[in-house]
């Protein structure tokens, strides 16, 4: 049994879904999950790396942007998110269309998060 974080922003809750789905079909497999939502600052240092196995991140896409604190939180937690499992889902109105210049935007902005915050993962969707 592996311990998993799900740490994850979420304005108008489609995210915060996501996560608590994840976070089901984990604890399905036998995983012991425990989420933590991005509301405000204080919730950026309650998350101890130390006590988990692995780290999902989850966060929406705005106005061709990801929330500035996912980026920031993902950046100060660096050393430990990346010596670890740790996968990245974006969640974006971008998954209703079809078109191709639709995936390859998702795509674009995923590698920029990535590559600013410096994120190693294992998966990205």
């Known amino acids: ?3 998993i974080a799900i740490v994850f922003a979420s304005k108008y809750g489609q995210t915060k879904k996501i996560a ?3 976070s089901v079909r984990l604890g399905e497999f036998g995983h012991s999950v425990q989420s933590f939502q991005m509301s405000n600052h204080e919730d ?3 998350v101890d790396l ?3 196995d692995a780290v999902n991140i989850g966060a929406p896409v705005y106005a061709g942007k990801f929330p500035h604190r996912v980026i ?3 950046k100060s937690n660096l050393p430990g998110l990346n010596e670890r499992p740790t996968a990245f ?3 974006s109105l971008n998954a209703a269309d079809k078109r191709p210049e639709a995936r390859k935007e998702d795509i674009r902005l995923i590698s920029k998060f990535l590559s600013d915050s410096g994120l190693q993962t294992k998966l990205t969707a």
């Open 50 to 52: 130390d006590a988990y």
């Open 89 to 91: 889902f974006s969640v």
């Open 44 to 46: 950026l240092n309650s």
């Open 72 to 74: 920031e939180w993902t």
């Open 20 to 22: 608590e789905r994840l």
């Open 1 to 3: 049994m592996k311990r």
